[in-house]
C-alpha cells in the first residue's frame, strides 16, 4: 500500500475511523454493563483476585525500591537547602500524586494486561469465545466485562499499595538510615498532604488509568487474529498502546487538576 | 439448540462440571445449586463421566472432553444438536462407544442430529438419512444403502475410497517437462531467448 495513492489513503482513514467506532462503542458496552455485571459480582470477584491480588508483589516491591531511591535522592537534593525534614513531605507528594498512579498504571499494563490480552485471544483462538456465542451467552458481557470492572477496581488499590510501600521505603533509607528527624518526617506529611487535593488526585488519575489499561487489554485480546502471531502481537499493542496512553493522559490530567 | 465443536471446546478456566452447569447458569434462573447439580450429574452419567467431573479440561484427554462438551450441549435439552466430526482424532474404543452413545442420545432424548463427518462407517451405521456434498452440490443423499449403492462416480470413489477417480491425487500442476530439465520454471519468451544467446 502506498499513502500517494488516493484510494489507499481513503482505504486505510476509513479502516482506521471504523476501528476506533469499533472501538469507541465496545468502551461505551462495557461501561453501560456495570449493573448485570456486578448483579454477578462472583465473577468481578475472582478476576479482582486474579488481577489484583496476583499483581502485588510486584507492585509492593516495585513500591519500596522506589520509595528507597526517592529517599536517597531526595535527602541529597533537600540538604543543600537545610530542610531535609521534608523529605517526607517530598516522597509522599510525588507518589501520590504522580509516580504511584503512573508507575503502577504501568506496572499493571506489563502484568495484568497482558495476561488479560493473552488469555482473550487464546480464547478467541481456541473458538471458546465462538462456544459461547453458539449457546447465545454475549462474551462481551460474561468474559469481557467482568475482567474490565476488575481492573478498574484494582488499579487504584494497587497505586495505594504503590504510594504506601513508597513511602514506607522513604522512611526506611531517610529516617533508619540516613537519620533524618522521625517527628518531623511524619508531621511534614500530616501538615502538607491534602486528602482532597493531592490523594484525591492521585485516585481519579488511578482511576482513569485503570479504565485505559484495562479497556485497552481486553479490547486487544478481543479483535487479536485467532492465531499464535495474533495473539503475540496483540499483547505487544497493549503494553506499548497502555504505556504511551497512561503517560500521555497522565499530561493532560495533572493539567487539568493544576488549572481547575 | 445444542453444539458439539470438533475438538470439543471446553472453558479452560471451568472444571468439567462447570463447563457442564454454565449453559444452565447463563440460561436458567434455577435458584437451588441442588438443581443444577442432580441435572449435571444426570448429563454427565449419561456421557459416563459422573465420577471424574472435577477434573479441569486440560487433565482430560481429547476423548473425555468431547463427551463432557457432549453433556454440555446437551445440558439444556435441546430440540437440533449438531456435531462437527465428532469422531476425528479419537481412538477406535471410543468411536464405536460414541457412535452408539449419540444415537441412543439421540433417540431417548427425541432430538435431531445433524453431523458433519468424515467417517463413513460409523455415520453409515448410525444415520438415517445421508448427504454427500461435493463441489458445492449435494452429489448424493438417501438411507445409507442408497448412498453406498450409489452410480455416480465421485460418490463410489469416496464410500469406497479409492484413489483413482474423478478426483485426482495429483492438483493440477505444469506438465513433468516444464518443470524439470535445464529450462525449468522459464517462460516461453525466456527460453526462446536462452536457445537465441545459445
Known sequence: MSWYKPADAGFATRSKLANMGYAARLFFKLLLSIVPTFRRFGLVRDQIHFLGNYSMAIIAVSGLFVGFVFGLQGYYTLQRYGSSEALG????????????????ALLFAGRAGTSLTAEIGLMKAGEQISVMEMMAVDPIQRVLAPR???????????????????VIGGWAVGVVMIGVDSGSFWSQIQGGVDVWQDVGNGVIKSFVFGLTVTFIAVFQGFEAQATPEGVASATTRTVVMASLAVLGLDFILTAMMFTI | MGMLYQFGTLFADLSGYDNVAFPLREHTDLSSEETVHDIV??????????????MMPSALSGGMARRVALARAIALDPELVMYDEPFTGIDPIYVGTSARLLRQLNDSMGLTSIFVSHELEQTFTIADHVIILANGKVASQGTPQDVLNSNDPLVYQYVNALSEGPVRFHYPAHSVDDDFGPDAGRTPLQQKQVGVTR
Open chain 2, 41 to 54: 450429574l444426570m448429563m454427565l452419567n449419561a456421557v459416563g463421566l459422573r465420577n471424574p467431573c472435577d
Open chain 1, 148 to 166: 474490565f470492572w476488575a481492573g478498574v477496581i484494582a488499579m487504584p488499590l494497587l497505586a495505594a499499595v504503590f504510594s504506601a510501600m513508597g
Open chain 1, 89 to 104: 513531605l517530598l516522597v509522599t507528594l510525588s507518589l501520590v500524586r504522580e509516580l504511584g498512579p503512573v508507575v503502577t
